[in-house]
């Protein structure tokens, strides 16, 4: 048997079985999706993080590229209380590593108990538990990887349904996923995908009926060119965001952010609109939330099982944010009507810019 471990940190150790050696470390989280094995392990959101599934059972359907939320595995590690052989070989074949037959009801205890850490993993022949420290030992926190939107943006823009009708979305890529792009064809949108870092003139040379930020990994407070973008053009253009989005939308308008514990990462998050009573479910994947809002937004979705802002709505700005993910992949689709919200003000607005006829 491959030998793995998994240090916590404290220096706490646990012994697995090893199912794709190497040594790998990050921010340990854990998901409690029980389907979206191939979107959570593809969403870029995960950069930087080592995700433990705690439904027992993962691959039980195989790996489909169709799937894919991205081009790449980007968890740094995979922990799992089982991994089929379709999982783990793809997992190989990415170079990630992975360990299964772990007690992962005491690894997500932990994690409760303690919060998202940072861990250090060594699977391999030869591995030993000092192999797995020495990689907590060189693990960084999630707020250090301060230039983190550059491991997962485009490097150029990249424009997407330049034939359709519908509006102009300038999507801020902090690692955006497939899908977020998908919907928003979907509904005739021509999608300019800008680098996370995109200045005024890449924005203007798009000139967008919409600035959308999208998901991404890491601590919002250093995504620093996507809250400027925000802030100066949420005065004549809509503003939408989703998850990193809505965070960063809110660090942008005088609003805060913090870490959570140990954030939501699953398929079943219960969220009430507060002025319908409408509860949805929804698929989240974040470790920080919105502390304050803000004078300019008002908080209209919060998550029922601990209140935290949801949905955001500006005050006197068109904007509109969701802290989960609407595109629902994976997850339920309740939430796929915020495209429609977002493109339907991004079509007001553009109406609105074009001179009456007498
Ligand atoms: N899915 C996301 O966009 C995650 C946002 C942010 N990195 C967080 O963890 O809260």
Redesign the pocket.
């Known amino acids: 048997m491959t030998a793995a471990y998994v240090a916590l940190e404290g220096g706490h150790v646990l012994e697995g079985r090893g199912r794709v050696s190497g040594t790998a470390r990050g921010e340990l989280v854990f998901t409690t999706a029980y389907t979206g094995y191939e979107e959570s392990l593809t969403d870029p ?1 995960y950069e930087e993080q080592v995700l433990t599934f705690s439904y027992p059972l993962i691959g039980n359907y195989g790996v489909r590229e169709e799937r894919f939320e991205d081009d790449r595995v980007h968890p740094r590690a995979v922990l799992a209380k089982e991994l089929t052989e379709d999982v783990a070989d793809w997992l190989a074949d990415e170079g990630v590593p992975a360990i299964d037959h772990l007690d992962t009801r005491e690894v997500v205890t932990d994690i409760r108990d303690e919060g998202a850490m940072k861990c250090g993993i060594a699977v391999g022949e030869d591995v030993t538990e000092e192999d797995a420290l020495e990689q907590l030992e060189a693990c960084k926190a999630m707020s250090e990887h301060t230039d983190i939107g550059a491991q997962v943006s485009v490097d150029e823009p990249v424009a997407h349904g330049a034939d359709n009708d519908g509006v102009d979305v300038a999507l801020v890529d902090c690692g955006a996923k497939g899908s977020i792009v998908d919907s928003l064809l979907e509904r005739d949108a021509t999608v300019h995908v800008l680098p996370y870092d995109a200045d005024e003139a890449d924005v203007e040379a798009v000139d967008p009926d919409v600035l959308f930020i999208s ?4 601590d ?1 407070a250093n995504y620093e060119d996507a809250i400027s973008l925000v802030q100066t053009f949420v005065e004549d253009r809509p503003v939408a965001g989703i ?2 989005g809505q ?1 960063i939308v809110a660090e942008a308008l005088g609003g805060t952010t913090e870490k959570m514990t140990f ?1 939501h990462r699953g398929v079943n998050q219960p969220v009430i609109d507060l002025e319908s009573g409408r509860v949805v479910m929804t698929t989240q ?4 939330t919105v502390d304050e809002p803000g004078e300019h937004l008002e908080v209209t979705q919060v998550n029922v099982n601990d209140d935290t802002p949801e949905g955001l709505d500006g005050v006197e700005y068109d904007v509109i944010t969701r802290q989960y993910h609407p595109e629902a992949n994976p997850g339920p689709k309740d939430t796929l009507d915020f495209f429609d919200d977002v493109l339907a003000m991004a079509d007001d607005q553009s109406q609105e810019a074009v001179p009456a006829d007498d």
């Open positions: 959101s998901n991404g990994p890491g919002p998850c990193l965070q954030g994947n974040h470790g920080y």
